[in-house]
């Protein structure tokens, strides 16, 4: 098998106290030549939903790679660690919580899947098969596996196949539609205060999305209500106005021009946003 | 043109989110062999000036390289995306509005500025040329063209010339100076609370800094006022003592041995300090 | 000598304001096929302590490597800047403040240490031997000597042999024990809200700690007590249980299913805690 040479990382241990150069050590160790790229370390501690999302937008944006991906509240627990091919050439390396499969779907999907077997992918990488922590199985199974992987190593001898249906998945947060209205989750809010929603931007009600006008509730109860145009860019919203653009992702976000719509409409990742369509304003402007 | 090979890349995107690591995986997806080095991606959100001034105190001290920097609070609107030919021999790639000049000056002065042709760059980078955001330039746009010239593709063939002098260029933050003393603003807070002025070591008033002392005014109004020595680093100082350095660029910079001066005096980027010469110090020491 | 290549580094820089990115900056500087791994900056400002133990636990993991790391309050004064070869083949450079030698003996022990000779290495790496900060050792002095190293020169070209004895050691933070309990400090808090603590599990009195229970008092005076159940990882313990586990680094430490143990018992780095053994518990479970 070819050799990736790349190992992409993302994880929810922060980036103090070296628990993140401690795996990336661990991928040197199998070999000098890899080449590991940090996703993102600043996880919320133990959202597996938080980082499966962040990976299954950036790892398609790399060349083919091994992804090493370590959210795994249940580590030391009988969770299995799973090395998953996916259809595009790359390999997912983590625990079965779920965490992997939103990213394996956006690389082709899920062609083979394997769960790891720690003594066997241990003694591969030239480590003492049974010096394995209960508590950092990034550093102790997962990193060795992505650099084993990525130096073309086959799967089959780190572990054994098995059946893509008994993997655990996340519930998918889906948005609710109506003709003129839709209702869904916030999924991320940006360091700009830009609140992304559970939502396809292809999927906001309206014939032309570009010029038309919501009413935004967010919240339950006596929910705050705003009104937001959507528009193309930040810059096309005069100062303080509320708007909806299609983010970086693809999905409908919440942007106010020069401050945070999600501190101005108390948003963050979770809370329900109902967005209902302003008819006359799809051509009044 | 010979391969330069690097990315530094500069950003206000924060680690979060893999904001960043989409825009590495941009100049990965270009070419495997490119290696990119990270400057700083913590500069405060739509912070033009704070990034700017980072950016050109670090990117002389590489290597040649390209040094992509996106700090771009008009992402799709009509600010045109530059290519810079410094005169070293590095590029810097990212938006017209006065992000890359000082770093351009700090290589040598700009020789050469290209407005980047996005449907052509993308050609180039082998991706789809019309799939660009209106809010990621950074990953769309930014990163293939520093991508592409750091394999040492023409720039020519990513944009046309522009005039020089129709850049966007920031205002410069001077000091004003008199015979006895001299007014400087906040330009920059470490993590240690050491609080650099826009003013230069060199132009400190007194005929041998070393042992003078000044009266420090800080912020407007019924300012506080502080004297502090003028010492070579901060160990010259006793405990609690206000001290000014020359910091790590060769600037002023307001210090207190052992806490933050910048909490003490209540400093923050864009605060005006006075400085008054205590003339008797001079010698007095 | 063969060159190792690779440089680790730590500091207390913090990732804002390019402070890293100019370290890493004048490692490539001195040779472009350097590669830089980053092992922690954010250390707490002057805390070298702290700074040694990450080193410690991290450095050994990489494979041999020049580890360069700067945590050095007293930069400027008359400290000695050291380079440091251990027993495995590894160099460590940095300040003489004792921030070097716990990883030293983590690889192998303290072979040779010299003091650095600031105009030599700088000679040697091409920079003007007289243009160094007062400030920022860490790019003038330590980074060009680690990259220097790396790169296969001589130390004994970089600087002068020092005693081993005359090097400065941080005071040991050693646990006290008696049959039934032990007295140990805090000295990690990770972002999971886990205390480790300065007490080996090896160490952890009873005949076989799994199964155990201790009660905890934290704080001095009117300390707040609980009881702990020592277990093989976090899902062992049941939401909101206290629960003493073998952390990452075969340290004893404090960990509460689903919330900050440090949080809910007070805990921060210095503070000590008492383990008395409930004796009952051994074999109750």
Redesign the interface.
Known sequence: MAAL??V?F?S????????V??C???V??VS?DLRV??????VP??DVAAGAL??A??AP???EAVHLAVVD?????SRRPLAVAATRGDFLVGPDNGLLLSAAEALGGVRTVWELDVTALRSSAGLPPEDV????HG?DVFSPAAALLATGADPGALGRPVEIPSLCRLPSASARSSELGVAAAVI?V???GNAGLGLKFADLPGRDAYGAAFVVEAGDGDALTRRARVV?????LTVGELGL????WGHVALTLNGASAAEFLGLKPGVTVRLTLVKEDVDGR
């Open positions: 040479g790349l992409t993302l929810d241990f922060g980036w103090s106290g070296g628990y150069a401690a990336e050590a661990a040197m160790r000098r790229a940090h996703i993102d370390h600043t501690a133990g962040v990976l937008r950036v944006l790399y060349p509240p249940g580590v030391g627990t922590s209960s508590t950092f550093r991320e940006d360091r700009f193309r860019t930040y810059g096309d653009v299609c983010d970086s």
